[in-house]
């Protein structure tokens, strides 16, 4: 048996994991010891009676809690999930947070589990080479969960020549169709509604803007070392993504669009033990199309600064403001590129000396993500 923890239990990935883990081979072969959530003690309560866990994390609890319930011992506040990590000392971790805050709970992952299954982008997105290194250094494994990572990383396995390209496939997301220039009114609930994938509110709303895409452009130079990428739309989301080498051979990854699919691999590499359903080939059709950058002028800025870790760092934080801002009611849905744009210009501008170069330190990583988030606020309010 191996044992788990999942960091982000409650939420849209962290919930379709313990489904896999109700699955056959899962309930026999892994044993989840703990999870954390930011504030929902009632998901919590309940997987701590059905999964007898060991240990919780709650940062940022609603009321007062013991410090152990039901033989469990429960931490809480700022540093809890990665305290509770710690102390679970699992053999596997999955990171399933949200946000920024989820680069902590990895690097504790690093520090205390052999295997990290990693949904949490922004870890990679704004820790870049640093979490990278770390992992390396104390050898341990990071399987990506997302979607196009985990294609990628499947497609990439027993091959020894590097890619000459990744390609990322997108699906354009939940307002596609709407005519561009009636993006700027676009709302909140229009813009929840995914036509393909069924995610946590901050990732939906980046599908549409295609930040998401962005974030995964940055996401796959680092795993993999390819700096040449694209992105194609394939609506139907059946296509995963696509490796091109120099011999005119593309890989593609196919399957019907389920996170549970890339969850499950990454507990069970190198076996596949999920049993999913499959599409049906004969009168499938493929296509693909290329990206309107009118349209996702966030994924040409994401471009344009790839490689460059800081402004990479900053690129993400002024997303989380300007999206927590437009679920609000605090700005359009076509304002949130703009806070970007100008978050990043003013960071190259107080960073002249250093952007372009690696992070050495987490505390410098924490600092720009500060300095981003305070700049992209006065942008809001301006
Ligand atoms: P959700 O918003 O659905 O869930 C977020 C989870 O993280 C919840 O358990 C939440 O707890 C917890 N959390 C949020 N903030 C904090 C914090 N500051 N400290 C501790 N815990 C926190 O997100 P998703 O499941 O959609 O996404 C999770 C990650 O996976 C993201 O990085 C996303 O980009 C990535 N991802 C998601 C995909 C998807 O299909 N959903 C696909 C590919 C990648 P609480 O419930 O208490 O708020
Ligand atoms: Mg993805």
Not at 116 to 133: D, M, P, R, T
Not at 191 to 198: D, I, T
Not at 344 to 358: A, D, H, L, M, V
Request: with cysteine; proline share 3%; glycine share 6%.
């Amino acid at each position: 048996m191996k044992t788990l923890f999942i960091a982000g239990i409650s939420g849209s990935i962290g919930e379709q994991a313990l489904e896999v883990l109700n699955t056959e081979w899962f309930k026999e072969n892994v044993k989840l010891i703990g999870g954390s959530v930011y504030s929902n003690w009632n998901k919590l309560k309940i997987d701590i009676d059905k999964y007898k866990l060991k240990a919780v994390a709650i940062v940022n609890a609603q009321q007062n809690l013991p410090n152990d319930y039901n033989d469990c011992k429960i931490f809480q506040g700022e540093d809890s999930v990665e305290k509770a990590i710690q102390y679970c000392d699992s053999d596997i971790s999955l990171i399933a947070t949200s946000g920024f805050s989820g680069l902590k709970h990895t690097i504790s992952a690093i520090n205390f589990s052999e295997r990290i299954c990693l949904a949490n982008k922004e870890s990679i997105v704004c820790g870049g080479n640093y979490v990278l290194n770390l992992a390396k250094k104390f050898k341990k494994l990071i399987i990506p969960v997302d979607s196009e990572h985990s294609a990628i990383y499947q497609l990439l396995l027993g091959e020894v020549t590097i890619p000459e390209k990744i390609i990322l496939t997108a699906s354009g997301g939940s307002v596609r169709d709407i005519p561009i220039d009636s993006l700027e009114n676009v709302t909140p609930k229009e813009v929840l509604n995914h036509p393909v994938w069924s995610m946590g509110a901050r990732i939906t709303v980046d599908s549409a803007t295609m930040v998401n895409k962005g974030l995964e452009v940055f996401e796959a130079y680092h795993l993999f070392g390819v700096k040449n990428i694209d992105v194609l739309i394939n609506r139907d989301s059946h296509v995963h993504s696509i490796v091109q080498f120099s011999d005119g051979v593309f890989k593609m990854h196919f399957g019907l669009p389920n996170m549970k699919v890339p969850i499950a691999f990454s507990i069970s590499y190198p076996e596949r033990k999920f049993n999913f359903n499959k599409p049906l080939l004969s009168n499938t059709k493929i296509e693909f199309q290329k990206v309107d950058y009118n349209r996702y002028p966030s994924l040409q800025l994401a471009f344009n600064i790839l490689g460059n870790p800081i402004l990479q760092n900053a690129f993400n934080a002024a997303d989380e403001v300007a999206v927590e801002s437009f679920l609000s009611g605090g700005i359009k849905f076509t304002d949130i590129y703009y806070i970007i744009y100008k978050t990043i210009n003013k960071i190259q501008q107080e960073f002249s000396n250093s952007t372009g170069r690696e992070f050495i330190s987490l505390e410098e990583i924490l600092e720009v993500d500060k300095i981003s988030r305070t700049i992209a606020k006065q942008f809001i309010l301006q």
